[in-house]
């Protein structure tokens, strides 16, 4: 388990608008000191390569989705270890790893720890909805709504985010390549980014 959160992920360009929607609330004066390198499945997401993450996915358990057209690809990630992770989606673009995002179980004692398990790695989460502000009860029983983030060095951001509806997703996300791969998908002939923005 503590394997896999000291990995990185990053975000792809569809999962590009939303987080850049969770993320434009944060001023520099308000949000805490960030925290060290974001890793994940051992590997240090910030300027990682697409292929040595996925590599380190399938190492973990990560069983490779179907994939659609269009679509970045995609693992069921279920028995890679850690509670509620279902569904990881890769994002990247020409330069490597953009963004990885887990659809994860919303509910039930799975999200609970998984929730205690962020906690217990990298504090508490500031909420991103509203007021940035630590978010003190976090991993407590019940799943709370909103989208709620951890800041790590170099841009690098993981983000809860529990919809009232829609899926319950966990991302780790290069802010600045995101804004970048959302602004190239709004071209015309831009890969299947958009199909993504509502999982984020």
């Known amino acids: 388990m503590m394997r896999?959160?000291?990995?990185?992920?990053?975000?792809?360009?569809?999962?590009?608008?939303?987080?850049?929607?969770?993320?434009?609330?944060?001023?520099?004066?308000?949000?805490?000191?960030?925290?060290?390198?974001?890793?994940?499945?051992?590997?240090?997401?910030?300027?990682?390569?697409?292929?040595?993450?996925?590599a380190?996915?399938?190492?973990?358990?990560?069983?490779?989705?179907?994939?659609?057209?269009?679509?970045p690809p995609s693992f069921d990630t279920r028995a890679a270890g850690v509670p509620a992770l279902q569904r990881l989606t890769v994002l990247?673009?020409?330069?490597?790893?953009?963004?990885?995002?887990?659809v994860i179980k919303p509910y039930g004692q799975e999200n609970e720890a998984l929730r205690q398990l962020?906690?217990?790695?990298y504090g508490l989460p500031n909420m991103a909805d509203g007021a940035?502000?630590?978010?003190?009860?976090?991993a407590a029983r019940f799943a709370p709504r909103?989208?709620?983030?951890?800041?790590?060095?170099?841009?690098?951001?993981?983000?809860?985010r529990q919809p009232a509806l829609g899926d319950a997703t966990l991302s780790y996300t290069d802010v600045e390549r995101v804004r970048r791969l959302s602004a190239t998908s709004a071209l015309p002939g831009a890969s299947g980014a958009a199909s993504l923005v509502n999982r984020f």
């Open 132 to 138: 940035r502000r630590p978010f003190p009860t976090f």
């Open 146 to 160: 909103g989208t709620f983030d951890w800041d790590f060095a170099s841009g690098m951001k993981l983000i809860y």
């Open 118 to 121: 962020l906690v217990s790695k």
């Open 92 to 102: 990247s673009d020409a330069t490597g790893l953009v963004s990885a995002q887990f």
């Open 56 to 71: 380190a996915a399938l190492k973990a358990g990560a069983t490779p989705l179907a994939p659609r057209t269009d679509e």
């Open 4 to 54: 896999f959160l000291k990995s990185r992920c990053s975000l792809g360009a569809a999962t590009t608008v939303m987080l850049l929607l969770c993320v434009a609330g944060a001023t520099p004066a308000q949000a805490p000191p960030p925290l060290g390198e974001l890793t994940l499945y051992g590997v240090r997401l910030r300027g990682a390569s697409t292929e040595a993450f996925i």
